[in-house]
């Protein structure tokens, strides 16, 4: 989608024929959108979502695996059909997969996990315009063959995930005392009951996500000097 | 203080490089220069010849909260004992109503100076920069702006929020967007709003058994269900709306600490005036801000809340400590001077504005401070530019 997404990966466009599963190559397709070229905190795409789910460790968890999905099947169709599709209309033929198996992940969520799926609202049927995932369909497996295409979704899909579950992580300790639902702080302790702490309510308002994944953006940039731009 | 001198010159050699603790160089170095004017020698570039430089200009700005520190210790013991139905004469227990708010109100002081210095030193020691000077003030208004029953550890998290990512990852003093103190007090008004806003946090009880017909309100709070029939703490009514004013000009309301008297804060700043630290531009069209939108809502009338008096509604709440104290602040503010014009003149009215529409948020006066603090280089920005765009048009090009 962004032209940003396009450089990043241009690399790997032709591969020798007979290049093994795990090859230098490929692993870097998995390891490097955790940290390298994060789709949130570097690429800064699906921020969005990374807003509205981390409330609960829960939600996230769920969202992330959702995304996983939709990820790993969307780049391994279109990679499949790469050849096939005329450049002009890439972006409905795009948009169709990504919907298809969001109305899949969502109807197997309202299934299983009502809640979480409750919860999630209209944010399940908005994974079709993650930015990430389009950026990667555009950007990679547009240009690539299946098994680097899967990778590729695997690798940013995790990126995309343990930011969300970090940021999750925070803000339900913080905003609810629990962490995946497992209260670790005593309701004795809370001021209504007479204690003397207090949950902080701005953990669950919005604002305060953006401000965790800037706190996560300026730790990952101390340590990864490698990501701070020239001035 | 020739003792004094001599033991930091003894000191020196460790902290110096090559020395046991030249880690802490920048701690000694912040601690010395904070006791005696630093004897560095600016070599080149342009500079200014003078006397104050940031700690003694910060300093200047906590002399002139002391009035409302004092005033706020005061008053903190003469709610208590209102409440309570004690001492209820303004004149009686002058002593003891200060001594018991001191009581309340130093640990709050204490706490953010620890906290927020601690923060800042440990910062300039991690970044191995020199310590910087701002949280001097901020340590000193973000007691003034809490609740006196404010619990010790959000004034310390609080503090923590404000000096790191209001200050710190924009660079540190002089760098940040939004007034520190102000961000600990939106932080914990979010964050905690039990404890921030509502009926029982502005005057400590200490669970006794309050008169009957108490109810702890702030003017602020009564004036969203009548603007005429103020009652005070004892549970008796004002007569008039000059006594409310009085009252609240004064300062024997519930309130912050440091905000309620009006009298207090303008004492201070005339110093700040005085001294040319603080901006008469920005305090003039702040208050004429906020006095135009108080005329404006009493031609609309449509309840309560905008019927209040323009001068009392400007006596109320943290409008007086906002424009003093927190408007002035001049990293934060609009640089230019017909920035600072209309910098003030919009916080003023939008801290009035908001406070009047939107009764839950009733200390609008943070709200459109903060808001203008961010909207400051934008103000900057165009003024400039005007500036420039005016200019260029006598500009004659000779070829």
């Known amino acids: ?231 | 203080m020739k003792i004094i001198k001599n033991l930091f010159d003894s000191l020196r050699p460790s902290f110096e490089e090559g020395g046991k603790f030249e880690r802490y160089y920048t701690a000694f170095e912040a601690i010395e220069t904070f006791a005696f004017v630093p004897n560095h020698v600016t070599h080149d570039g342009a500079h200014i010849k003078d006397a104050i430089d940031l700690k003694r200009t910060m300093f200047l700005v906590i002399v002139a909260t002391i009035p409302a520190l004092l005033f706020g210790m005061w008053n903190t013991g003469h709610q208590h004992f209102l409440a309570v139905g004690e001492l209820v004469g303004l004149g009686e227990g002058l002593i003891d109503k200060f001594i018991f708010g001191a009581l309340k109100v130093m640990p709050i002081v204490i706490v953010s100076y620890g906290v927020g210095l601690g923060v800042e030193f440990a910062m300039a020691v991690y970044k191995r920069h020199s310590v910087e000077e701002g949280f001097l003030v901020s340590g000193m208004l973000i007691p003034l702006i809490m609740p006196v029953e404010v619990p010790l550890w959000m004034v310390a998290v609080a503090t923590i929020f404000a000096v790191v990512i209001g200050k710190e990852v924009f660079g540190g003093t002089g760098m940040n967007i939004l007034n520190p103190a102000l961000t600990a007090r939106a932080f914990l008004f979010f964050a905690y709003p039990t404890k921030m806003s509502g009926n029982l946090v502005w005057v400590s009880t200490e669970s006794k058994a309050t008169v009957d017909g108490y109810s702890g309100e702030t003017l602020l709070a009564q004036s969203i269900n009548s603007s005429t029939d103020y009652i005070d703490q004892a549970g008796t009514a004002y007569g008039s709306v000059s006594d409310t004013l009085m009252a609240a000009f004064m300062g024997w309301v519930p309130g912050s600490i440091g905000e309620t008297s009006t009298l207090a804060i303008l004492i201070g700043g005339g110093l700040l005036l005085f001294t040319g630290i603080g901006s008469w531009r920005i305090m003039l069209s702040f208050f004429l801000g906020g006095l135009s939108m108080s005329y404006l809502f009493n031609l609309w009338g449509a309840n309560p809340f905008m019927e209040v008096n323009p001068l009392l509604q400007l006596c109320m709440g943290g409008f007086m400590f906002g424009m003093v104290f927190m408007a002035t602040d001049p990293v934060s503010a609009a640089q230019t001077n017909m920035g600072k014009w209309i910098y003030g003149f919009l916080a003023g009215l939008l801290g009035i504005m908001i406070r009047v529409f939107n009764p839950a948020y009733p200390e609008g006066i943070m709200m459109g401070i903060l808001f203008m603090n961010v909207m400051a280089p934008l103000i900057d920005h165009y003024v400039v530019e005007a500036s420039i765009n005016r200019r260029m048009k006598r500009v004659t090009v000779t070829t």
């Open chain 1, 1 to 231: 989608m962004s032209t940003e997404v396009k450089t990043a990966s241009a690399a790997a466009v032709i591969k020798e024929p007979s290049e093994p599963l795990f090859s230098k190559k490929n692993k870097l397709l998995l390891t490097d959108p955790l940290n390298d070229s994060n789709p949130i905190t570097v690429q800064v795409l699906g921020i969005c979502s990374a807003l509205a789910i981390t409330v609960q460790v829960k939600q996230a968890l769920v969202m992330s695996i959702s995304v996983l999905a939709v990820m790993i099947g969307g780049n391994w169709i279109i990679s499949l059909i790469r050849n096939i599709i005329p450049s002009r209309i890439r972006i409905i033929v795009q948009l169709v997969v990504v919907a298809s198996l969001v109305i899949l992940v969502d109807q197997v969520l309202k299934a299983y996990v009502y809640d979480v799926s409750k919860a999630l609202s209209v944010f399940v049927g908005l994974i079709i315009t993650n930015c990430i995932i389009m950026g990667r369909l555009e950007a990679f497996a547009l240009a690539n063959k299946p098994w680097p295409s899967i990778l590729d979704a695997i690798g940013n899909a995790m990126g995309y995930a343990w930011i969300l579950i970090a940021v999750a992580v925070v803000r339900e300790a913080f905003g609810s005392g629990s962490i995946m639902g497992f209260k670790f702080i005593p309701d004795a302790w809370l001021i209504t009951n007479g204690g003397f702490y207090a949950h902080n309510n701005m953990m669950i308002l919005p604002p305060m996500a953006l401000i965790v994944v800037g706190i996560i953006i300026w730790i990952q940039r101390a340590k990864n000097t490698a990501l701070i731009e020239e001035h």
